[in-house]
């Protein structure tokens, strides 16, 4: 019993040494940052996502996609990032900053999704990818998720949004008069994924090639 308020205390600065190494830190390191224009009359970046597309970052991790992409750019020299097409530039700390929650990720079952829309711009590329990843991606080992989009009975028009397949899977068609549209979720989801760029340049990135 003697010892006890030693050991208390050991407990205690172990402890406070740790939340200033890892919180304090960091707090003192970024938090400072803010968007910032390159240019004099430029636009700040980065800019905070809002609307749909903010909408579908909470269907992105509902639906699990954190586990298996990450989102984040290596440095030049550290992986094969560049080498794969993810990135022009690695990914810094203020690209960040307006971000509630941040999705860097632990794992890449699958790639790096940091600059998805500027690599897929295509709003029908993303649909068809998800609705059956083999269509854009062979051999991709990605689940489907179809139950994010519905058939439909064909009104007096096609709907715009309906969903192109491509004609090399003939069994994934809907029957005569009907088509396949994308949910809410899926269009948000989608939305989400178009809003992933990296098209801006800050002074760390500059910095760090």
């Not at 970024?30 to 968007?35: A, N, Q």
């Not at 715009?160 to 090399?168: F, G, Q, S, V």
């Amino acid at each position: 019993m003697k010892n006890l308020p030693l050991l208390f205390f050991g407990i205690f600065f172990v402890l406070a040494f740790s939340w200033t190494g890892l919180i304090l830190s960091s707090v003192i390191q970024y938090g400072d940052l803010k968007p910032i224009a390159m240019e004099e009359g430029g636009v700040p970046q980065p800019q905070a996502r809002v609307g749909v597309a903010q909408q579908g970052k909470l269907v992105y991790i509902s639906q699990g996609c954190i586990y298996c992409h990450s989102q984040q750019v290596r440095r030049k020299g550290f992986g094969a990032d560049w080498e794969r097409g993810w990135g022009n530039r690695q990914s810094v700390p203020r690209d960040y900053i307006l971000q509630e929650r941040v999705l860097l990720g632990t794992s890449r079952t699958g790639p790096d999704l940091m600059t998805i829309g500027e690599r897929q711009p295509s709003a029908d590329w993303h649909h068809q990818h998800l609705y059956n990843p083999q269509f854009t991606s062979p051999g991709s080992i990605m689940p489907p998720f179809r139950y994010l989009y519905r058939t439909q009975k064909i009104g007096d028009a096609p709907s715009p949004n309906a969903l192109k397949i491509p004609d090399t899977f003939p069994e994934e068609k809907p029957e005569p008069g009907y088509e396949i549209v994308p949910t809410e979720r899926a269009e948000q989801l989608v939305a989400y994924m178009l809003s992933l760029k990296l098209n801006y340049e800050l002074p760390e990135s500059r910095n760090a090639e």
